[in-house]
């Protein structure tokens, strides 16, 4: 496997993360992360422009990049900032759209002119996609959805929406809707940003694939490979913010970053810190391929327990200070919980871990 990024790679991370430092400093982030519409539709807009979304598609696919890697130098950068843009949902959508055909709304997703959001997830079919209740039922050549889904990430700012629903043959196929078809309750993630739930009572579709439970799987997928990188770039900036107050905090005449216990402290959070990252990178390389379900899992599950401990020791370290509204890495404390929770938790994926490995 290369570990050197390519110039192209190279150029997205350093412009991504030249915009983001300007345009979302934290205080910005904090200021619309929490009331509707919970992101800047100005600055979706300027991402778009920075060509961001394309990154996440391949080349023959209307983009210019689509691989792991590509993903993962996005979300990394998103990360660090904590930004609240519906990344995730539109990167779950272009992907499906991109795998069915759907060329003139991958250029839409690309250029900034629409969003989209995957909606599957269901209150008795958390991230199981074989228990999915909502059904599709055809009546010539036109398709209604009935039903309800969860935590539909980024569907509070979506125009369309990609809904997976039980088909009459018992299969899970993908259906596109017109957002404002559907009865959308939208609302604030307790770290910031939005999610939806969203419910149907025959509501008019377009069937883009009566069989599509792998290519979900495989959006998921490239969904939590995201949220792994989001994770590592916001526990670097975590990690620095606590080394930095360490040095500046003061006890008994001199700073606390030179007591051993605490210096020890911090190596440890280094050593979870490169792991994850380490392990995010055998994800990426793994997404397209055959054995990604088993990395993907591997990774989400080591990320979930590496961003729980660096959230953990950071907000001690920091002491009260670390809890407050006010202080950023309260909000990055917050993040690396919620990722945990997002796509499957970290027990959800060890179960996948031990069912792919037995099968």
């Known amino acids: 496997?290369?570990?050197?990024?390519?110039?192209?790679?190279?150029?997205?991370?350093?412009?991504?993360?030249?915009?983001?430092?300007?345009?979302?400093?934290?205080?910005?982030?904090?200021?619309?992360?929490?009331?509707?519409?919970?992101?800047?539709?100005?600055?979706?807009?300027?991402?778009?422009?920075?060509?961001?979304?394309?990154?996440?598609?391949?080349?023959?696919?209307?983009?210019?990049?689509?691989?792991?890697f590509d993903i993962a130098i996005v979300f990394e950068e998103f990360g660090r900032t904590l930004c609240p843009e519906p990344m995730l949902g539109n990167l779950m959508g272009l992907r499906l759209y991109a795998a069915f055909g759907q060329s003139d709304k991958v250029d839409a997703i690309i250029a900034g002119t629409a969003r989209t959001a995957l909606a599957v997830f269901e209150a008795e079919a958390f991230t199981d996609t074989s228990e999915i209740a909502t059904s599709a039922t055809q009546s010539g050549e036109n398709w209604t959805l009935s039903g309800r889904k969860s935590l539909v990430y980024g569907g509070h700012a979506a125009d369309t929406l990609l809904v997976a629903a039980r088909t009459p043959a018992g299969k899970i196929g993908l259906f596109e809707i017109e957002a404002k078809a559907a009865d959308i309750h939208s609302y604030a993630m307790i770290d910031g940003g939005g999610a939806a739930e969203v419910g149907l009572d025959n509501v008019s579709a377009k069937c883009l694939s009566g069989d599509a439970g792998e290519t979900i799987e495989a959006a998921l997928d490239a969904g939590r490979l995201a949220l792994c990188a989001e994770a590592v770039g916001a526990m670097d900036v975590l990690k620095e913010m606590t080394k930095d107050y360490l040095m500046q905090r003061q006890q008994f005449g001199r700073p606390i970053a030179t007591f051993q216990a605490l210096q020890h402290r911090l190596v440890d959070l280094s050593i979870e810190i490169e792991q994850a990252r380490s392990i995010t990178i055998h994800a990426a390389g793994a997404v397209d391929t055959p054995g990604r379900a088993l990395a993907v899992a591997k990774a989400k599950n080591l990320i979930g327990r590496a961003g729980k401990l660096v959230a953990e020791e950071a907000v001690q370290m920091h002491g009260g200070i670390g809890m407050t509204w006010e202080y950023a890495g309260s909000h990055y404390a917050k993040r690396l919980t919620m990722i945990d929770a997002q796509l499957g938790d970290k027990e959800d994926q060890l179960r996948r871990v031990m069912e792919l490995m037995s099968a």
């Open 1 to 68: 496997m290369n570990f050197n990024q390519t110039d192209d790679r190279r150029m997205i991370s350093d412009s991504l993360r030249r915009y983001l430092a300007d345009q979302y400093p934290v205080e910005h982030r904090i200021k619309i992360a929490y009331d509707a519409p919970f992101h800047d539709a100005k600055k979706w807009g300027e991402l778009a422009e920075l060509g961001i979304l394309g990154a996440l598609v391949s080349e023959d696919q209307g983009g210019f990049g689509g691989e792991g």
